[in-house]
C-alpha cells in the first residue's frame, strides 16, 4: 500500500510517498482503509523530532482518519463507517488503530468532515468542559481561531451558549472563525483593547489559548475576576512565562490542556466524549470548516500549510 513516510527529520520536506507493507493489528486493533486524513499540529512535530513521542524513522504520521472498518474486530464491523485517532500512521492507505480510538461515524457525515474532527474536536470539549468548566452565557476568547483547534473551540462554545470573541490574522480568517460560531472578531494587534471595549471593560471568562507567544501576557490581562486561561499548546513556537502574583490579585487562573495524556490514565472518557458529540454532529452544530484538501502524494505540502500557519480551516489529505 502507498503511505506518506517520514524519512529525516528536517521538516515536511522530509516527508515521501512509497510503497510499505499492509497493517498487522494486534488483537487489540482494528484496521481501517483510510478515505481523509486530518493533518494536525502534531504532525508538524513528528517531522522535526519535537513531539514528546518520537517514533524510530522512517514512520508514517497521522493523527486522525476517517474511513471504512476492513474485518470484523473490536467490536466493529467490516464495512463499518468509523472516524479514528491512529496518533501516527494515519497518512497511508489503510492504518491499525487501538480499538478504543475507533468511534462510528453517523452516515449523513461525510468522511472529509469526520477526519476533520477526532483531534481537534476532542481537545476542544475537553478544554471547555473539563478544564475550563464553561457555563453557558460566559464569555470566551479564541486564538488561533481559524484553525482547526481554535474553530473547533468557537463552534463548541457557541453551542454551548457561550459568546464567542475570536482573534484572527487576516480578514480571510476572520471570515472562517465567523463562519464556525464567533459572533464577534479581533485582529492580534491591539486585542486586548478589543476586547475590552466588547466586554464594557469587564473581561472575558475563559481564554482558549493554543498558540502562546508574546500574546500570553494580554491575554492574562484580558480576563475578568475568576477567569480562565486554557494552555493547548504553543504554535507560536514560544513558551511564555506567567508572573503569578497577578493570578493572585485577580482571582484568575492559568489552566493546563493535555488531552492525550488525560486519555492515557481514563482511556474510556475518549469514548464518553464521542458520545456527547455525537448529537451535535447531527444537528448540524459541528461543521468544521474544511480549509487546503491535498492528495496523499503532497502529504508534505499539506503538512507545510499547518507549519507556515497560512492553514484557514481544517487542511485533509484525500487518501483515496
Known amino acids: ?11 515536511p520536506e522530509a516527508v515521501q510517498v512509497r510503497e510499505v507493507a499492509d497493517p498487522e493489528p494486534t488483537s487489540e486493533q482494528v484496521v481501517v482503509d483510510v478515505a481523509y486524513a486530518g493533518v494536525t499540529f502534531p504532525d508538524v512535530l513528528h517531522t522535526r523530532g519535537e513531539y514528546q513521542r518520537r517514533p524510530e524513522l522512517p514512520f508514517t504520521p497521522g493523527w486522525e482518519v476517517a474511513g471504512v472498518v476492513r474485518a470484523d474486530s473490536g467490536g466493529h464491523r467490516a464495512g463499518d463507517r468509523v472516524a479514528a485517532m491512529p496518533v501516527t500512521g494515519g497518512f497511508a492507505e489503510a492504518v491499525a488503530v487501538d480499538r478504543g480510538m475507533v468511534f462510528p461515524l453517523p452516515d449523513a457525515v461525510p468522511f472529509d468532515m469526520g477526519a476533520a474532527i477526532p483531534l481537534n474536536y476532542l481537545t476542544a470539549h475537553f478544554a471547555l468542559t473539563r478544564r475550563g468548566r464553561l457555563r453557558a452565557g460566559e464569555t470566551v476568547l479564541v486564538h488561533g481561531a481559524a484553525g482547526g483547534v481554535g474553530s473547533a473551540a468557537c463552534q463548541l462554545a457557541a453551542a454551548s451558549g457561550a459568546r464567542v470573541i475570536a482573534v484572527v490574522s487576516t480578514a480571510g480568517k476572520g471570515a472562517v472563525a465567523r463562519a464556525a460560531g464567533a459572533h464577534d472578531t479581533v485582529p492580534v494587534e491591539g486585542f486586548r483593547e478589543q476586547v475590552r471595549d466588547l466586554t464594557d471593560g469587564r473581561g472575558v471568562d475563559v481564554v482558549v489559548d493554543p ?7 494580554d491575554s492574562l490581562r484580558s480576563l475578568a475576576p475568576e477567569g480562565r486561561v486554557l494552555v ?3 504554535t507560536g513556537r514560544e513558551i511564555p ?5 497577578r493570578l493572585l490579585l485577580t482571582n484568575t487562573a492559568v489552566v493546563g490542556v493535555a488531552v492525550a495524556e488525560y486519555w492515557s490514565t481514563r482511556p474510556e472518557y475518549v469514548r464518553e466524549q464521542w458520545q456527547e458529540l455525537v448529537p451535535l454532529l447531527e444537528s448540524g452544530a459541528i461543521d468544521p470548516p474544511i480549509g487546503g484538501v491535498f492528495g496523499l502524494d503532497d502529504a508534505g505540502a499539506a503538512i507545510r500549510e499547518l507549519d507556515d500557519r497560512r492553514a484557514a ?3 485533509l489529505i484525500r487518501v483515496r
Not at 211 to 217: A, K, L, S
Not at 241 to 245: A, D
Open 1 to 11: 500500500m502507498r503511505a506518506a513516510v517520514i524519512t529525516e527529520l528536517t521538516g
Open 211 to 217: 498558540v502562546g507567544g508574546d500574546r500570553f501576557t
Open 232 to 234: 493547548l499548546g504553543f
Open 241 to 245: 512565562t506567567v508572573r503569578v502574583n
Open 313 to 315: 480551516g481544517k487542511v
